[in-house]
C-alpha cells in the first residue's frame, strides 16, 4: 500500500533512516498492546512497516495476527491509531539511546534464541547490560516477598553457589526470596569468577519497582543483564507481574523455589515452568512454617527437593561442585549462650517462646541475644529472632 | 431590693466564682437574666419560680433583673438555680439580707422545689472563698473533700429557708464515711505465661514508660493492659484530688469515698473523636478521655484502628502533660498526664507474627503501619510483640505472679524515681540523664552498636536509657546501667514488623 511518506504518523524524512527497533519500541508503547498482539504483529512485518500500517489504520489481513488481535480488532485499531498520533518514534528511540537499553525485536539476530524458541516469546525485549549471559546454564531461583530470615539466607546461599559453579540465577528482583538469590550471586561474584545473574522485571526499565531495590537494579545491570518486555516508562501494573514470571520460568533450565506460600506468584512462576517442561524443585521447609507451605505441597507432588546447590547442578547434569566449608569467620559464642543459641533455632521465636525453652528470664536472655547477634550468630527482626547459618551476610 | 449571692460555674474542669446579683423593682413584671448565661442557665427562670411556689414561698411581681458576674464569661449549667433563688428571696425581702453574708449557695432546682446535685460539685466549690457553703445533699460527701468550708447539704428549698430565718435547725452533714478498700481490679495472676509481655507491664508502670503491644488476635493483649493499672501505686491526695475534680467535672460517678484514690484506667472504643478524646465542645468544655485518665492508664484497644488525624492530638499533651483547647467562647487547660498504653495486631491479617508469617503484602502493611505516625510511635518507649501463650503455660495450673507482688517492686522502684525528684523515670529531663542514667564501658558499646546499625535514633536513645533506669530500679541496681540493663531495654523496644515492611 502506497503511502506518502509525509502521512506516516510521527513520521517525516527524519523517521525513515530510524532502525526497526525504534518502531518496534513505539508499538510496544501502545494501549492494550500484550506480548501475544505485539510478536504476531512483528512477526508478520518488521517494525517500521507495521507502524505505518498501525498510524494508517488499515486492516490486517494476515490471519497469524487477526487470530492474536481476536473479534474486537477494528476497535483496537482505532484506538491505536488514536495513540499513534501522540507517540513520536524519534523521540522514543532517542530516549532509549539516551538510557543505555539495548532492544532485541523478534526474528532479528540479537534476540535471545531462548526466548525465540519459547510458546508465548515477547515482541520486543529490553535488556539494560550485556544480553550474550543468556547463553549459559541458567537456574531461576524464586520465592515469596514474605520470606523467613532464614529463607532469604538459603536463596542467598544458594544463588552464591550456582553462580560460583558457572549457573546464572535468574529472577525477578522483588523484595525477598529473589533479591536474596541475587545478592547471593552478586557476592560470588565479589569473591571471583562465577556466572552472571540474569534479572527479569515487569515494569519498564527506568522504573524501579520495588522503589527499595535501585541499588541491586544497578548492580545486576552491571554485573549481568536486566531484561523487560515492558517499553520504557510503563509503570508496574498487576498483569506484568505473571508476563514476567513467564519470561523468568522461558529463560531458566531449571525453577528453584525456595520458600512460597500455599499461592502465590512464584506458584504461577511454577505452573508456567510446567507449561514448557521445565523441571521445578523446591527448598523443604518446616510443616508449621505459612512460608513453606508451596514448597512443601510442590515436594509432596513429587518434586526434587533442593538441600544445597549440589542437587541443583546434578540435575542440570552438572558436575556437582563439592561441599566447599566456608571457614567459619564468627567468634564462638560465649559457653553461657550456647543453650540459648540451640532454643533459639531456625524458625523465628519470639523472646517468651526462647525463655520457656531455656527457663531463662529476660534479663539473662537478652544481654545473650545481643552478644550472639553482635557476632552473627543470630538475625533480630522485629520482637523475633532467627538462628542463622555461617557466611550469611 | 438588691441582693447579691456568691456561686460558681465551670470553666473546664475548673471552678469559677460568680456573683449571682438580683435586682427587684417596680415596673412591668418580668425575669430577665444577663451576663452570658448558656440555654441551661437562662432556664433558671421558670425552674426557681416553680420552685419557690412548690415550696410556699412568694414569686415577686415585679421587674427581676439577674445578673451574673463578672458578666464576660460564658455560665453553663443548672448549678447557680440555688444561688438565684437565694437572692430573689433576699431581694424580695422573703429572707433577710444577713442570710447570704459569708455564704456560698451552689445546687440545682426541681420544679417541687428539691435541691439536686451537680455534676463538678468538688471544682466548684473549691473556687469559693467564703466559708459556708450549701450544697445539695447528694453532693455532701464531694464536697467535703476541700475541706476548707462548712459544708451545709440540704434536699429541700423549704428546709433551706427554715434554717436560714432560724425557724429550723440545719440539716445534718452526712456521717464521714468509713471508706472501704477500694474494690481491686483484675489481677496479673490471671494471665498465664507472658514472661516479657508481663514485665514489660511492670516496667511500664514503675518508669512511666508508654507501652505498645503487638500482637494476633487472643494472644492476650487486653487482659494485660488492664492489669496495668493495678500495678501503679495508690494517688497521693493532691493527685487524688485533680482527678477527681475531673471526673467530677465531667459528670463521672465517683467511688462511694468521694475521692479517686486509685489510677483511673480509661479505654476509649477506636471510633471516638478528637474531641472526645482529648476535650472540648462547642457549649460548655468538657474534658476528654485524656484528661479523665488523668495520673491513670490511657488504653487504647486496635490503636491502628483510630482515625490517623484522631491520635496525632495525643502528641502534645503526651508531651506537656496538659491539654489546651482553645475555642471561641473560651480557652481552658485540661491535665493529661497519663500512662498511655496501645494495643495493635501486627498486620491487617493479624496472623503476620514472625517473619513470613502471613500473606499480607508490603503495600498492606505499609498502610496498616502508616495509621500509626511516626512521631507518635516514637513516644512508646516500650514495643513488644506479645504471642498466643503456649498450651503448656495455659493449662499449667501454677498461677503467675500475683498484682500484689509485682506492686510491691514498683513501689520500690517509684521510690528509687523519687530519689530524683521525679515521680518516674519517665519525666528524667534530657539533660539529667548522664547524671542520672550513665552507661558503662559495654553498655555504651551496646548502644554505638544499635545507633550504627540504625535499630536506635538519637531520641530513642534516651527513651532506652529511661527504660533502662527503670530495668536496674526494679533490680535494686543504683549504680552507672550496665550491658544486661539496656540490653533489656532494647529488647523490649522490638519495632513491630509491619512498621519494617520494606523488608530486602
Known amino acids: 500500500m502506497a503511502r506518502a511518506l509525509g502521512d506516516t504518523p510521527g513520521g517525516g524524512a527524519a523517521a525513515s533512516g530510524l532502525p526497526a527497533e525504534a518502531f518496534a519500541a513505539a508499538l510496544a508503547g501502545l494501549p492494550g498492546m500484550g506480548p501475544a498482539r505485539l510478536s504476531a504483529i512483528l512477526r508478520a512485518e518488521p517494525g517500521a512497516l507495521a507502524w505505518e500500517r498501525i498510524g494508517g489504520g488499515a486492516e490486517w489481513r494476515d490471519a497469524e495476527v487477526s487470530a492474536a488481535l481476536g473479534a474486537r480488532s477494528d476497535a483496537l485499531f482505532a484506538r491505536w491509531r488514536r495513540a499513534a498520533r501522540q507517540i513520536d518514534p524519534i523521540a522514543v528511540w532517542q530516549t532509549i539511546v539516551d538510557e543505555g537499553i539495548g532492544v532485541a525485536v523478534i526474528g532479528s539476530a540479537a534476540y535471545p534464541p531462548v526466548l525465540a524458541a519459547d510458546i508465548e516469546p515477547p515482541g520486543v525485549v529490553f535488556h539494560r547490560g550485556s544480553p550474550d549471559v543468556v547463553a549459559g546454564p541458567r537456574v531461576a531461583v524464586v520465592g515469596t516477598r514474605q520470606c523467613s530470615a532464614t529463607g532469604a539466607a538459603i536463596a542467598?546461599?544458594?544463588?552464591?553457589?550456582?553462580?560460583?559453579?558457572?549457573?546464572?540465577?535468574?529472577?525477578?528482583?522483588?523484595?525477598?526470596?529473589?533479591?536474596?538469590?541475587?545478592?547471593?550471586?552478586?557476592?560470588?561474584?565479589?569473591?571471583?569468577?562465577?556466572?552472571?545473574?540474569?534479572?527479569?522485571?515487569?515494569?519498564?526499565?527506568?522504573?524501579?519497582?520495588?522503589?527499595?531495590?535501585?541499588?541491586?537494579?544497578?548492580?545486576?545491570?552491571?554485573?549481568?543483564?536486566?531484561?523487560?518486555?515492558?517499553?520504557?516508562?510503563?509503570?508496574?501494573?498487576?498483569?506484568?507481574?505473571?508476563a514476567r514470571n513467564r519470561i523468568i520460568a522461558a529463560l531458566a533450565d531449571l525453577v528453584v523455589v525456595v520458600e512460597s506460600h500455599r499461592a502465590g506468584g512464584s506458584m504461577h512462576t511454577v505452573d508456567e515452568a510446567d507449561r514448557r517442561g521445565i523441571d521445578v524443585m523446591a527448598v523443604p521447609g518446616s510443616i508449621r512454617a505459612p512460608a513453606s507451605a508451596g514448597t512443601n505441597g510442590l515436594l509432596a507432588e513429587g518434586r526434587a527437593p533442593v538441600c544445597c546447590a549440589d542437587d541443583v547442578l546434578v540435575a542440570l547434569g552438572l558436575r556437582p561442585a563439592g561441599r566447599r566449608p566456608r571457614g567459619e569467620t564468627r567468634p564462638r559464642p560465649d559457653a553461657g549462650d550456647v543453650p540459648v543459641l540451640e532454643a533459639v533455632g531456625w524458625q523465628p521465636a519470639s523472646l517468651d517462646q526462647i525463655g520457656v525453652r531455656t527457663g531463662h528470664d529476660l534479663a539473662v536472655l537478652a544481654p545473650a541475644l545481643d552478644r550472639l547477634c553482635e557476632s552473627g550468630w543470630v538475625a533480630r527482626r522485629g520482637g523475633w529472632y532467627e538462628r542463622v547459618a555461617g557466611g550469611t551476610p | 431590693m438588691l441582693a447579691s449571692v456568691a456561686s460558681a460555674t465551670l470553666l473546664g474542669v475548673e471552678g469559677r466564682p460568680v456573683r449571682v446579683e438580683v435586682h427587684v423593682s417596680k415596673g412591668l413584671p418580668g425575669f430577665t437574666v444577663v451576663g452570658l448565661p448558656d440555654t441551661t442557665c437562662r432556664e433558671a427562670r421558670d425552674r426557681v419560680r416553680a420552685a419557690l411556689m412548690s415550696s410556699h414561698l412568694a414569686w415577686p411581681n415585679a421587674r427581676v433583673t439577674v445578673n451574673l458576674a463578672p458578666p464576660g464569661m460564658r455560665k453553663v449549667g443548672a448549678g447557680l438555680d440555688l444561688a438565684i433563688a437565694v437572692a430573689l428571696l433576699v431581694a424580695s425581702e422573703q429572707l433577710p439580707p444577713t442570710s447570704c453574708e459569708g455564704r456560698a449557695f451552689v445546687?440545682?432546682?426541681?420544679?417541687?422545689?428539691?435541691?439536686?446535685?451537680?455534676?463538678?460539685?468538688?471544682?466548684?466549690?473549691?473556687?469559693?472563698?467564703?466559708?459556708?457553703?450549701?450544697?445539695?445533699?447528694?453532693?455532701?460527701?464531694?464536697?467535703?473533700?476541700?475541706?476548707?468550708?462548712?459544708?451545709?447539704?440540704?434536699?429541700?428549698?423549704?428546709?433551706?429557708?427554715?434554717?436560714?430565718?432560724?425557724?429550723?435547725?440545719?440539716?445534718?452533714?452526712?456521717?464521714?464515711?468509713?471508706?472501704?478498700?477500694?474494690?481491686?481490679?483484675?489481677?496479673?495472676?490471671?494471665?498465664?505465661?507472658?514472661?516479657?509481655?508481663?514485665?514489660?507491664?511492670?516496667?511500664?508502670?514503675?518508669?512511666?514508660?508508654?507501652?505498645?503491644?503487638?500482637?494476633?488476635?487472643?494472644?492476650?493483649?487486653?487482659?494485660?493492659?488492664?492489669?496495668?493499672?493495678?500495678?501503679?501505686?495508690?494517688?497521693?491526695?493532691?493527685?487524688?484530688?485533680?482527678?477527681?475534680?475531673?471526673?467530677?467535672?465531667?459528670?463521672?460517678?465517683?467511688?462511694?469515698?468521694?475521692?479517686?484514690?486509685?489510677?483511673?484506667?480509661?479505654?476509649?472504643?477506636?471510633?471516638?473523636?478528637?474531641?472526645?478524646?482529648?476535650?472540648?465542645?462547642?457549649?460548655?468544655?468538657?474534658?476528654?478521655?485524656?484528661?479523665?485518665?488523668?495520673?491513670?492508664?490511657?488504653?487504647?484497644?486496635?490503636?491502628?484502628?483510630?482515625?490517623?488525624?484522631?491520635?496525632?492530638?495525643?502528641?502534645?499533651?503526651?508531651?506537656?502533660?496538659?491539654?489546651?483547647?482553645?475555642?471561641?467562647?473560651?480557652?481552658?487547660?485540661?491535665?493529661?498526664?497519663?500512662?498511655?498504653?496501645?494495643?495493635?495486631?501486627?498486620?491487617?491479617?493479624?496472623?503476620?507474627?514472625?517473619?513470613?508469617?502471613?500473606?499480607?503484602?508490603?503495600?498492606?502493611?505499609?498502610?496498616?503501619?502508616?495509621?500509626?505516625?511516626?512521631?507518635?510511635?516514637?513516644?512508646?518507649?516500650?514495643?513488644?510483640?506479645?504471642?498466643?501463650?503456649?498450651?503448656?503455660?495455659?493449662?499449667?495450673?501454677?498461677?503467675?505472679?500475683?498484682?500484689?507482688?509485682?506492686?510491691?517492686?514498683?513501689?520500690?522502684?517509684?521510690?528509687?524515681?523519687?530519689?530524683?525528684?521525679?515521680?518516674?523515670?519517665?519525666?528524667?529531663?534530657?539533660?539529667?540523664?548522664?547524671?542520672?542514667?550513665?552507661?558503662?564501658?559495654?553498655?555504651?558499646?551496646?548502644?554505638?552498636?544499635?545507633?550504627?546499625?540504625?535499630?536506635?535514633?538519637?531520641?530513642?536513645?534516651?527513651?532506652?536509657?529511661?527504660?533502662?533506669?527503670?530495668?536496674?530500679?526494679?533490680?535494686?541496681?543504683?549504680?552507672?546501667?550496665?550491658?544486661?540493663?539496656?540490653?533489656?531495654?532494647?529488647?523490649?523496644?522490638?519495632?513491630?514488623?509491619?512498621?519494617?515492611?520494606?523488608?530486602?
Open chain 1, 156 to 242: 542467598w546461599e544458594l544463588g552464591g553457589n550456582l553462580a560460583a559453579a558457572g549457573v546464572s540465577v535468574v529472577s525477578g528482583l522483588a523484595s525477598g526470596i529473589d533479591a536474596a538469590g541475587h545478592r547471593g550471586a552478586l557476592a560470588a561474584m565479589g569473591d571471583g569468577a562465577a556466572a552472571p545473574p540474569i534479572g527479569v522485571v515487569g515494569s519498564g526499565l527506568d522504573v524501579v519497582y520495588p522503589r527499595g531495590q535501585a541499588e541491586l537494579w544497578r548492580a545486576v545491570a552491571s554485573h549481568g543483564v536486566l531484561l523487560s518486555e515492558a517499553p520504557l516508562g510503563a509503570r508496574p501494573e498487576r498483569w506484568r507481574f505473571p
Open chain 2, 107 to 504: 445546687g440545682e432546682l426541681g420544679l417541687d422545689g428539691s435541691v439536686r446535685a451537680v455534676p463538678g460539685a468538688l471544682p466548684l466549690i473549691d473556687a469559693l472563698a467564703d466559708p459556708e457553703v450549701v450544697v445539695p445533699a447528694g453532693c455532701a460527701v464531694e464536697a467535703q473533700l476541700i475541706g476548707r468550708h462548712v459544708i451545709r447539704p440540704v434536699g429541700r428549698l423549704e428546709d433551706l429557708v427554715s434554717a436560714l430565718v432560724g425557724r429550723g435547725p440545719w440539716p445534718d452533714p452526712p456521717e464521714p464515711v468509713v471508706l472501704p478498700p477500694p474494690a481491686p481490679g483484675p489481677d496479673l495472676a490471671d494471665v498465664r505465661g507472658q514472661p516479657a509481655a508481663r514485665f514489660a507491664l511492670e516496667v511500664a508502670a514503675a518508669g512511666g514508660h508508654h507501652l505498645l503491644l503487638v500482637g494476633p488476635p487472643g494472644a492476650g493483649k487486653t487482659m494485660l493492659a488492664r492489669r496495668l493499672a493495678g500495678l501503679l501505686p495508690d494517688l497521693n491526695p493532691s493527685q487524688a484530688l485533680e482527678t477527681t475534680c475531673i471526673h467530677s467535672a465531667a459528670g463521672q460517678p465517683l467511688p462511694p469515698g468521694g475521692l479517686i484514690r486509685r489510677p483511673p484506667l480509661r479505654a476509649p472504643h477506636h471510633g471516638a473523636s478528637a474531641v472526645s478524646l482529648v476535650g472540648g465542645g462547642s457549649g460548655s468544655m468538657q474534658p476528654g478521655e485524656v484528661s479523665l485518665a488523668h495520673n491513670g492508664v490511657l488504653f487504647l484497644d486496635e490503636v491502628g484502628e483510630f482515625e490517623p488525624l484522631v491520635l496525632d492530638n495525643l502528641r502534645q499533651p503526651l508531651e506537656e502533660g496538659v491539654i489546651r483547647v482553645a475555642r471561641a467562647a473560651a480557652k481552658v487547660t485540661f491535665p493529661a498526664r497519663v500512662l498511655l498504653v496501645g494495643a495493635m495486631n501486627p498486620c491487617p491479617c493479624g496472623e503476620g507474627g514472625p517473619p513470613g508469617g502471613c500473606r499480607c503484602s508490603g503495600t498492606a502493611r505499609a498502610r496498616y503501619a502508616r495509621r500509626l505516625s511516626g512521631p507518635l510511635l516514637d513516644r512508646f518507649d516500650l514495643r513488644v510483640e506479645v504471642g498466643r501463650p503456649d498450651v503448656a503455660e495455659l493449662l499449667d495450673s501454677s498461677a503467675g505472679e500475683a498484682t500484689i507482688e509485682v506492686a510491691a517492686r514498683v513501689a520500690l522502684a517509684r521510690d528509687a524515681a523519687a530519689e530524683r525528684n521525679v515521680s518516674a523515670n519517665v519525666e528524667l529531663p534530657a539533660w539529667r540523664l548522664d547524671d542520672m542514667a550513665p552507661l558503662d564501658r559495654a553498655a555504651t558499646r551496646l548502644v554505638e552498636r544499635a545507633l550504627r546499625a540504625g535499630r536506635l535514633t538519637g531520641r530513642g536513645l534516651g527513651g532506652v536509657r529511661r527504660v533502662a533506669r527503670t530495668i536496674a530500679d526494679l533490680a535494686g541496681h543504683s549504680g552507672p546501667l550496665g550491658f544486661e540493663h539496656v540490653s533489656t531495654a532494647l529488647a523490649l523496644r522490638a519495632d513491630p514488623l509491619c512498621l519494617d515492611w520494606r523488608v530486602a
